[in-house]
């Protein structure tokens, strides 16, 4: 094997194993921290919640829709993540 | 970079650093103490307890904290029921709102540390505590909590950390803190770069300090995790 097979036939499966945990996480903290952007003007989820809160006077309603579409885009991601670590455990051998 | 801008607003942030601080103190120990009170209520065999404390988590875990902090101080107010309610004099107020979203949002987090910590208390202390006729609270008190805070105290430490940079967020709900303040100032002065310069500089310093007053429990609490010298 050269340098390239060994890297993706031998390292990246069993790296993987350990680091999709980490990795998830620091995709939920991220997939959070995008609604801090709104204050730079760009128009995301939160940026379009306050928009449509400040012109039809119910902020409840925008904001609670904007943390549901949150909620959905975590769990949905953390669904994809742990399918992905099953994945990449399926070579290893349970007690 | 303008270095007598940065040497003058720095006495003008020192004065959001008392808020920030409030903010970070107050909400760390309501949420910590609740926390226990959720941890307790996740490992319990009561579903309808387990399920309230699991989507509780789910739903403080899964959401942005602005979304929290917006959701508290703007979106309460759509209800006439509560504007026109007592408790309206604490929803008005953006401190509060501030208060009330960070140790809710704290609280989700620090749970599951706490969790974790009691979850990882081997059994056989559990055992030969409760051989010597412990039970109930006083085994909670002597036994569990005590190896639970130990093991839980890093993981404690960067929620700590955390807090102090959440708190950065409530300047977007018209409170005067640390970035409040630099906000402020840049909108007057057009020079982000040096003003936001030292408003980092003011927050690293706090969690330099956290980092070390954590590690210093740290090794407190675990003299027998330490080599002999």
């Not at chain 1, 997939?31 to 003007?41: P, S």
């Not at chain 2, 809710?104 to 599951?112: D, F, M, P, V």
Request: aromatic fraction near 14%.
């Amino acid at each position: 094997m050269n340098k390239l097979v060994i890297f993706t036939r031998i390292l990246i499966p069993q790296v993987l194993r350990y680091a999709l945990p980490g990795l998830g996480n620091v995709w939920q903290l991220t997939l959070k921290d995008t609604a801090l952007i709104m204050v730079t003007g760009l128009v995301e989820i939160m940026r379009q919640a306050h928009i449509a809160s400040g012109s039809t006077y119910s902020p409840f309603t925008f904001y609670i829709t904007a943390a549901l579409l949150y909620l959905i885009l975590t769990t949905a991601s953390n669904k994809i993540f742990n399918s992905a670590e099953n994945w990449a455990n399926k070579g290893v051998r349970r007690a | 970079m303008n270095y007598e801008l940065m040497i003058e607003t720095f006495p003008k942030l020192l004065v959001g650093l008392s808020i920030t601080i409030q903010l970070v103190t107050i909400s760390l120990f309501i949420g910590f103490c609740l926390a226990i009170g959720l941890a307790l209520l996740r490992l319990s065999n009561n579903l309808f307890l387990n399920f309230f404390a699991k989507s509780y988590v789910f739903y403080f875990r899964g959401t942005p904290l602005l979304v929290q902090i917006f959701l508290i101080y703007y979106g309460i107010a759509q209800f006439e029921l509560i504007r026109e309610s007592f408790v309206w004099s604490f929803f008005k107020e953006a401190y509060w709102c501030a208060i009330l979203a960070l140790t809710l949002n704290t609280c989700a987090y620090s749970s599951e540390i706490i969790r974790g910590g009691i979850q990882s208390v081997p059994f056989g202390q559990i055992e030969s505590a409760k051989s010597t006729g412990m039970s109930g609270f006083l085994l909670y008190r002597r036994i569990i909590l005590p190896i639970a805070f130990r093991q839980a105290l890093p993981a404690y430490g960067n929620e700590i950390i955390l807090m102090v940079k959440a708190t950065s967020l409530v300047s977007t709900i018209t409170i005067m803190d640390v970035t409040g303040i630099a906000r402020l100032i840049i909108a007057k002065t057009f020079s982000p770069v040096e003003i936001f310069i030292v408003a980092g500089l003011i927050y690293l310093t706090i969690n330099f300090i956290v980092t070390r007053l954590v590690n210093y429990s740290e090794i407190k609490l675990t003299p027998y995790l330490r080599h002999a010298e």
